[in-house]
């Protein structure tokens, strides 16, 4: 920083952001841009909004799991985070030590485990079995909900970390002003601690969504013959059929697609919060 | 003039040169073989690799991929051609070589006494591994005095039922489905080249569908599902049986209506190492001695006919060209699926969706 002078800077940080957007440059615009070269032949795009086009189909299945992904994994991880902002010391290390470990396990072998659990064979069937609740192994693995289970696992932690980091720094005399001023412990929660924390769950929801959107090697191993995802679909292309174009294609219709929706529901919970986001301390 | 460098200095260069100096002085580039890893990959290093590197200097730097065709392209693409040796298999070479991206082999060098049988020596790619598709199951889940003999089975829930699994890709199982409609082997092709032929194999595959559990994309799945018993029957690469059956698992593979490939390695064009990439081909794949080596660690034939002079009839039994078994099944048809695989893919895709 010794190239530019104080004067500069103090005027006008946003010079700090220039190493992190060269990297996004080269890492991510150009290659972006090589891709959508593959990605212009129109009749590829009318092809995909015709009826009955099948990527379409997968395409909506994809969009739909990842809201239902990202919308459990942050009603799950609320809760947690809030805990976490309510435990101290030996307690709250550990709790943190629980959540953090598995995000340092493949998601390979974290996948693995759950075909283990949820088998016919498995853990769940087991302990099924042995308590008679049912006579015949029941069929959890290569399910929809195998699925949702295995990619909540695996999402989770993130969620709650991003959670926690928003929630640690709200100050607790808030919520105390709002009881001492009348407000049940219910209209404290939902019109001052929630609403301060809407941010960090809208953020942790949009990087949920947004992971969700890519997963392949999760669906493919525990999932069912119903649970073929767009990502599944544009490695075969890319890797077996070679259909570049076709590839190339899907994955902008993913990207715009994802970003529109993102951007909707954005503003959409905004709008829903505007009454207690708005006045007092943001 | 004063010496810029003291005498201690000199004298360690001069040290450090002559460590160096055997190495350099062969100029020995290494030979990048690609492969599909695993087991395979390791078999290779130590059967061919390591002797290969002791006899003649050059060192073979093994490397694991996914894919094959679209990683030779992409490095054609933009002219960074990191394998010396890649793996191609069936429609993989004929794509290839139209579209130049691989290397003619120079078969007086590597085979000048013909030793390698016919199908093995193609223009750009030698046939390194015949594999087989088939059917393993678990033999402890087929009903009481039922013998399983093959795909009529396999699509008969009623007689013979149990969560089955199959690849999810139309390659293969449409012949599979034809030979379970009565079918022969050996007139699958004929039959699937016509419209109508098409429509009887999806068709066929339609009363199947419901009763698949999972549509497997990665070659360990079968074997993981069927130790767990999570399926009872599945296609499999026949390779991966015995490591199972060694395990203690039921399992057998039936070799009836199963579908005999081609694994082959070719030298994509501008390979930095064409001269060690040949040496290295020949070193491995047109040594009986070597081959009958491999197969005793992996059920693979080859294509060198001598090989079986070296192998006890126990690990020749297991091998898919073995007189026992190469008459139950049929030959892949690699030309069928270059001109078709666009288009039965994208029936294949709506297919999996009705």
């Known amino acids: 920083m010794g190239l530019m002078p104080p004067s500069l800077l103090r005027r006008s940080p946003v010079w700090l952001l220039v190493p992190a957007l060269l990297f996004m440059a080269v890492g991510f615009v150009i290659p972006l841009g090589e891709v959508a070269q593959w990605a212009t032949t129109l009749d590829l795009y009318t092809q995909f909004f015709l009826p009955g086009d099948p990527y379409r189909h997968i395409m909506i299945d994809t969009f739909t799991l990842s809201v239902g992904v990202a919308l459990l994994t942050v009603t799950l991880a609320y809760p947690v985070a809030y805990y976490l902002t309510r435990t101290r010391g030996v307690s709250q290390k550990l709790l943190l ?27 769940v069937n087991t302990f099924l079995l042995a308590i008679n609740a049912t006579d015949q192994p029941v069929q959890l693995l290569y399910t929809r909900f195998a699925v949702y289970v295995a990619m909540i696992q695996v999402l989770l932690p993130i969620a709650v970390l991003m959670l926690y980091s928003a929630m640690a720094s709200i100050n607790d005399t808030f919520v105390k002003a709002a009881r001492s001023l009348g407000a049940s412990p219910v209209n404290a929660f939902r019109h001052v601690f929630f609403p301060m924390t809407a941010n960090a769950v809208i953020a942790s929801g949009i990087l ?57 529901l954005v503003a959409f919970v905004r709008k829903a919060l505007q009454a207690d986001l708005s006045g007092g301390v943001k | 003039m004063k010496l810029k460098f003291s005498s201690r200095q000199l004298s360690c260069g001069f040290i450090v040169a002559m460590a160096i100096a055997p190495g350099a002085a062969k100029a020995n580039d290494p030979v990048v073989f690609a492969s599909y890893g695993g087991v395979w990959a390791d078999t290779i290093k130590e059967v061919c690799g390591v002797p290969f590197e002791k006899e003649t200097g050059i060192p073979v730097h093994t490397v694991a991929t996914d894919n094959s065709i679209a990683q030779i392209r992409i490095q054609q693409m933009t002219k960074n051609v990191q394998w010396d040796i890649a793996p191609t298999e069936g429609d993989a070479v004929i794509i290839a070589t139209e579209n130049d991206w691989l290397e003619p082999l120079d078969w007086d060098y590597i085979d000048p006494e013909k030793k390698i049988a016919d199908v093995g020596r193609m223009p750009t790619a030698i046939g390194a591994v015949a594999y087989s598709v088939a059917i393993a199951y678990r033999t402890d889940k087929v009903p009481e005095g039922k013998t399983f003999t093959g795909w009529k089975d396999f699509w008969n829930v009623k007689e013979f039922p149990g969560p089955r699994s199959l690849r999810n890709t139309p390659v293969e199982n449409l012949e599979f489905a034809l030979i379970a409609d009565g079918v022969a082997p050996a007139q699958v092709y004929d039959v699937l080249d016509t419209k109508e032929g098409m ?15 999972v549509w497997w994309s990665s070659g ?58 040949l040496k290295f081909i020949k070193f491995c794949w047109n040594d009986p001695k070597r081959l009958a080596e491999i197969a005793k660690k992996l059920p693979y034939s ?53």
């Open chain 2, 199 to 213: 429509d009887r194999a999806f068709k066929k595959m339609d009363e199947i569908k419901e009763h698949i559990t």
């Open chain 1, 208 to 264: 949920v969504f947004v992971l969700s959107l890519g997963f392949f090697i999760t669906p493919a191993l525990v999932g069912g013959p119903n649970d073929v995802l767009i990502s599944n679909v544009i490695q075969t292309q890319v890797n077996e059929t070679m259909d570049w174009e076709l590839a190339a294609t899907l994955s902008v219709i993913l990207l715009v697609g994802g970003g529109l929706l993102v951007a909707v």
């Open chain 1, 97 to 123: 030590i629980a959540i953090l470990t598995p995000l340092w396990v493949s998601v390979l072998i974290r996948t693995y485990g759950w075909i283990v659990v949820l088998g016919r064979t498995g853990v």
């Open chain 2, 220 to 277: 360990q799945q079968p074997p993981q599902m069927l130790a767990t018993g999570n399926v009872y029957y599945a296609t499999t690469f026949n390779g991966r049986v015995s490591p199972l059956q060694a395990e203690g698992v039921p399992v057998d593979i039936s070799w009836n209506g199963a579908a005999i490939e081609m694994s082959n390695y070719s030298i994509p064009r501008h390979a930095k190492n064409k001269e060690g990439a």
């Open chain 2, 302 to 354: 080859s294509f060198n006919n001598e090989m079986y002079q070296y192998l006890d009839d126990e690990y020749a039994r297991k091998l898919p060209t073995h007189p026992q078994n190469v008459d139950k099944q049929f030959n892949y048809n690699a030309e069928f699926w270059a001109k078709n695989r666009k288009q039965v893919q994208a029936r294949w895709d709506r297919w999996r969706l009705q």
